[in-house]
């Protein structure tokens, strides 16, 4: 937090008739504080889910977790695996929840509630959904996507969401997803937290994740 300070000086003693009193003001600090910079988002899980445009029965959904925020433990990638068919445009959905609560508990699957017909309204009151606060955030968030292996000339990632910056700036929450040629690779997939320099790009801020799925096109 940035702070300046400003300071009101003492008034000057005042000679009145023959007597003089010496009078003093305190100083008295003001001070004008910036408003604090919005810290990083805390989560433990990000989705990916995405619908084929032309055969709805054809989706797929990835789980990348880490239930494990001090780094003692890797995250868990079991689930987190796309499968696309080939010359395919599909709808796609970033899901980022906060489980830290819920698996203490017990009390889901997130894998389970995501397949086949997810229902965000169905979540566990004990899971966070913390994609409500990007979007509540989105003026100083955007996801960013990079592509490797066979898939990076087989595979692109458009953002078709946008926030409320003037001009308005694409966000990442909601995207589509146009595949090519068979192919496997990793689809990295990062979330940059820009508050006051958000630009359009992915160079300035800091990240609140960034992740990796892996792909296949079939």
Not at 34 to 54: D, K, M
Not at 203 to 213: E, L, Q
């Amino acid at each position: 937090m940035k702070m300046r300070m400003f300071k009101i000086a003492g008034l000057a003693s005042i000679a009145i008739t023959a007597t003089v009193l010496g009078i003093t003001s305190c100083s008295k600090p003001e001070t004008v504080v910036s408003p604090p910079v919005p810290g990083n988002e805390f989560l433990t899980t990000v989705a990916f889910r995405c619908i084929n445009t032309a055969a709805p029965f054809d989706t797929t959904t990835a789980i990348w977790r880490n239930l494990n925020p001090n780094g003692t433990q890797a995250p868990d990638t079991s689930e987190a695996i796309l499968n696309f068919k080939k010359n395919s445009n599909y709808v796609c959905w970033v899901y980022i929840f906060d489980e830290s609560q819920t698996t203490k508990f017990g009390t889901t699957n997130l894998g389970a509630e995501l397949q086949p017909n997810f229902n965000i309204n169905n979540l566990p009151s004990t899971t966070v959904n913390v994609t409500t606060e990007i979007r509540q955030r989105q003026n100083y968030h955007l996801f960013c996507f990079n592509m490797t292996g066979g898939i990076a000339t087989n595979l692109s990632v458009t953002r078709t969401d946008y926030d409320t910056n003037t001009p308005s700036l694409q966000v990442g929450l909601n995207d589509n997803v146009t595949t090519i040629n068979v192919s496997t690779g990793r689809m990295e997939v990062a979330l940059h937290h820009q508050p006051n320099v958000k630009n359009g790009s992915c160079s300035p801020g800091s990240d609140d994740f960034d992740i990796f799925y892996g792909v296949t096109i079939q």
